[in-house]
């Protein structure tokens, strides 16, 4: 079963904006996906992103043939390709990105590095892409709060 994030809740069930969980296997995987992509699919089309598993690199092969498949049978053209981090900063759970910081600070909240490591790479690594600036600064402060972040 897949699992949203609360902050998510607003489109998780047409699933009209790409979940957090495909985006993290989107940059698993190098895959950039856009959204006019993503409005491409069928409804069964999306889900299969979501629930379709992509940790071991068996898994991700197949989504990465999946997913170029389903690209190219809806756009014509094939899929944008994205270098693969080697040691995304989201599977270091010991050092808390400076970006994290910074957002945090904005807020008056210091994140801890028990707090950090406590997190699983999933809400890390939302949280590094809640914090990239021209991102909408609401979903990170709900991500704070729902990661039980909060003082």
């Not at 807020?107 to 939302?126: D, E, H, K």
């Amino acid at each position: 079963m897949a699992d949203f994030f609360e902050f998510e809740a607003d489109f998780v069930n047409s699933l009209r904006c790409i979940p957090m969980q495909v985006r993290y296997k989107l940059d698993t995987s190098g895959i950039k996906l856009k959204l006019s992509h993503w409005h491409q699919m069928t409804q069964d089309e999306r889900a299969a992103l979501v629930e379709l598993p992509c940790n071991t690199q068996t898994e991700i092969q197949a989504y990465q043939n999946y997913l170029q498949q389903l690209i190219l049978e809806r756009t014509g053209n094939p899929v944008a390709k994205l270098p693969i981090e080697p040691n995304p900063l989201w599977m270091d759970s010991q050092t808390v990105p400076a970006s994290i910081q910074e957002k945090a600070q904005e807020m008056g909240i210091t994140l801890t590095l028990q707090q950090w490591t406590a997190l699983t790479p999933l809400q890390r690594f939302a949280l590094i892409k809640l914090s990239r600036p021209g991102h909408e600064n609401k979903n990170f402060s709900r991500a704070i709060a729902e990661f039980h972040l909060l003082a």
